[in-house]
């Protein structure tokens, strides 16, 4: 193995690792949400890894380059859509969530026609840095904040979703000028 493909190899796992997140929330097990933790919290912790490894040691590639956006789309579209579904999530939070990032990959693949690739900015950092403390709050049953009657796993989830509209406007508004075409 190259180390090159160190990156490309994360984000493939990542994406694997989404069916398992995945059928957790269908095992016949008292421990299925912490089981899914770990899974969405090592899928997490590739997508940390793979874009810090492909940016130090300069390995960016076109199949990271697509790839990684893909499956962080898909991680966190699986558990919103898994936790609307499990009845614990508004729909009218997944609805944004998604909505959100098909807005994103859209104005991505317009500017991306021009010749332009617009990275994350700091917003969009925090928001994913958000959704993952949400989701994982949630999956884990919102410890310690449940013993004071605290809902911080959902105070954590709507932070994330106003900061995903605000991030999704500043995005376009940031690297689109007066005349809609981009910078």
Not at 18 to 30: K, S, T, V
Not at 75 to 83: E, F, N, P, S, W
Request: proline share 4%.
């Amino acid at each position: 193995m190259k180390m090159k493909n160190v990156p490309n190899i994360l984000t493939v796992m990542r994406m694997v690792l989404i069916p398992f997140f995945m059928a957790c929330f269908y095992l016949p097990l008292e421990n299925k949400m912490f089981i899914a933790a770990i899974l969405f919290t090592v899928a997490y912790i590739t997508d940390a890894l793979d874009g810090q490894i492909a940016r130090k040691y300069n390995f960016v590639s076109d199949f990271g380059k697509l790839m990684d956006p893909i499956a962080d789309k898909l991680l966190t579209a699986a558990a919103v859509i898994m936790l609307t579904s499990s009845a614990v999530l508004s729909p009218i939070v997944t609805f944004i969530v998604i909505a959100r990032e098909i807005i994103i990959s859209g104005f991505r693949l317009v500017w991306a026609a021009d010749g332009r690739v617009v990275a994350a900015d700091k917003l969009g950092k925090i928001k994913t840095v958000l959704q993952f403390v949400g989701i994982l709050l949630i999956l884990l049953g919102n410890p310690i904040f449940s013993m004071w009657n605290i809902p911080m796993d959902m105070i954590v989830m709507y932070a994330s979703v106003i900061i995903s509209v605000i991030s999704c406007v500043n995005y376009i508004v940031k690297n689109t000028n007066r005349e809609g075409k981009a910078k």
